[in-house]
């Protein structure tokens, strides 16, 4: 039998959250309730201040984890607790190159939200977003860059929008995923992660339980330890009752 998990960690776009980002009142309450019992975080690719804010409407006070590990956040204070940002050298050359293509660049400096990369002033940046036009496009960049300079991920919103996130290497929702473990005190083995996209696997390798909705990626689909319903069937609060509620 599989053990209750002793930590939980959400994605946001296509998980818990459609199209008009207002979650169902069945995930609301069944996050609400699973906070009360485990440590609960939200694992997304959006930035901090977004994240903080879901965090809030569903009442979640653990550190949270922004911008696809690259931050975790206290949701309360809306303060960095750990930030990793790109090298400069890293930052500008991205910049440079796709900034002639992308169709919008998001940027966090500092922790400052960005959409004019000539206004950057520290170069403390821990997320670059691009919008390209299509999938094929986004993960088409997201080979270009060597791995040990970046972490680049092709992601989509959930108004169907691609983008390709940056992170420092080796920066990803596992090692933020790994960061939010060890400041709550559990284990990796003991998480339980609820996830849809691709950019989801590093942290479903890293958990114990990994928990993919019916219409994920198919890499994902092929690493996690059970499929749950579809955004639309309230998958995710399926999830969190099967193995954290009704445990």
């Known amino acids: 039998m599989v053990k209750c998990p002793a930590g939980l960690l959400l994605d946001l776009d296509g998980t818990v959250l459609p199209s008009d980002n207002r979650p169902t009142s069945r995930v609301v309450a069944a996050v609400t309730a699973a906070a009360k019992l485990i440590p609960v975080a939200i694992a997304s690719g959006r930035e901090q201040d977004e994240v903080g804010h879901f965090a809030r409407l569903f009442g979640l006070t653990s550190p949270q984890v922004a911008e696809n590990g690259a931050t975790l956040m206290d949701p309360l204070t809306g303060i960095a607790l750990n930030r990793h940002v790109i090298d400069r050298d890293v930052a500008e050359h991205l910049l440079e190159e796709m900034m002639p293509i992308a169709s919008e660049i998001l940027i966090r400096d500092s922790g400052r939200f960005i959409r004019d990369p000539h206004s950057i002033t520290d170069w403390q940046i821990s997320i670059i977003m691009a919008r390209f036009s299509d999938e094929s496009e986004a993960r088409e960049w997201a080979t270009r860059f060597p791995s040990d300079s970046?972490?680049?991920?092709?992601?989509?919103?959930?108004?169907?929008?691609?983008?390709?996130?940056?992170?420092?290497?080796?920066?990803?929702?596992?090692?933020?995923?790994?960061?939010?473990?060890?400041?709550v005190g559990v284990a990796a083995e003991d998480l339980m992660v609820i996830g849809d996209g691709s950019n989801d696997i590093p942290m479903f390798n890293i958990a114990g339980i990994s928990i993919a909705m019916a219409d994920s990626a198919l890499g994902l689909l092929d690493v996690a330890t059970d499929v749950t319903a579809d955004l639309s069937h309230d998958g995710a609060a399926l999830a969190i009752e099967k193995y954290v509620l009704d445990y």
């Open 150 to 183: 970046v972490s680049a991920y092709a992601t989509k919103d959930n108004n169907g929008d691609w983008y390709l996130d940056c992170t420092a290497p080796d920066i990803d929702k596992a090692s933020g995923a790994l960061d939010f473990a060890q400041i």
